[in-house]
């Protein structure tokens, strides 16, 4: 079981849209509709904000979309805020009930 | 409101045992039919998936930690717990707990978290 790959950062102006890619394979997230995204902010805990590939929990902005394509899976961030600055992590269902994280990317809002 | 609240020692020895608990509030574990997952995040680093374990005592475990991992639950306190033995340097780390996946309600995600808990290990 390896690691989800996502790059480990990526930035943007305000107004301005970002797409972070998560990179699985067909053990993961080529073979799953279970992939969730989380964001983190410094020191505190991470907070759900994609389920299911495209779904938001309520409360969750709908300037966060999630899709995927193949063995990637992608969170966009539109209309970034200074707000949105933080780490986020994917993660996707891998088979034989378990579960793997990707490494994170930190989003700067420039 | 769920909350979840890790608690157990701060600094673990090399080679000695990691214990930490997780208390559940405002939800029950027997009751919810939620499974009830541990994660850690090593310095500077992504998140990995620990185990998670269901009210019955049914548990899932990462094939890279299984050797050296318990999950238990104790549903009269509305808890459970991490046990990681053997540890290295490398399981420092800020570890979580949260509720995890509802297979009754299609449910796959972890959608509440505890604030985490800074296990160090050194000598």
């Known amino acids: 079981q390896s690691a989800l790959t996502q790059p480990a950062s990526v930035s943007g102006s305000p107004g301005q849209s970002v797409t972070i890619a998560c990179n699985g394979s067909s053990h993961d997230v080529g073979s799953s509709d279970l992939v969730s995204w989380y964001q983190q902010h410094p020191g505190k805990a991470p907070k759900l904000i994609i389920y299911d590939v495209t779904k938001r929990p309520s409360g969750v902005s709908n300037r966060f979309s999630g899709s995927k394509s193949g063995d990637t899976a992608s969170l966009t961030v539109s209309g970034l805020q200074a707000e949105d600055e933080a780490d986020y992590h994917c993660?996707?269902?891998?088979?034989?009930?378990?579960?793997?994280f990707g490494g994170g990317t930190k989003l700067t809002v420039l | 409101q769920l909350q979840l609240q890790e608690t157990g020692p701060g600094l673990v020895k090399p080679l000695e045992s990691l214990s930490l608990t997780c208390t559940v509030s405002y939800d029950s574990i027997s009751g919810s039919d939620y499974y009830w997952g541990w994660i850690r995040q090593s310095p500077g680093t992504g998140l990995e998936w620990i185990g998670s374990i269901y009210a019955s005592g049914r548990t899932y475990y990462n094939p890279s930690l299984k050797s050296r991992v318990v999950i238990s639950v104790d549903t009269f306190k509305n808890q459970f717990s991490l046990k990681v033995n053997s540890v290295a340097v490398t399981d420092t780390a800020v570890y979580y707990c949260?509720?995890?996946?509802?297979?009754?309600?299609?449910?796959?995600?972890?959608?509440?978290w505890g604030r985490g808990a800074l296990v160090t290990v050194a000598s």
């Open positions: 993660c996707s269902y891998a088979g034989r009930t378990t579960w793997v």
């Open positions: 949260a509720r995890h996946w509802s297979p009754s309600k299609l449910w796959w995600a972890f959608d509440s």
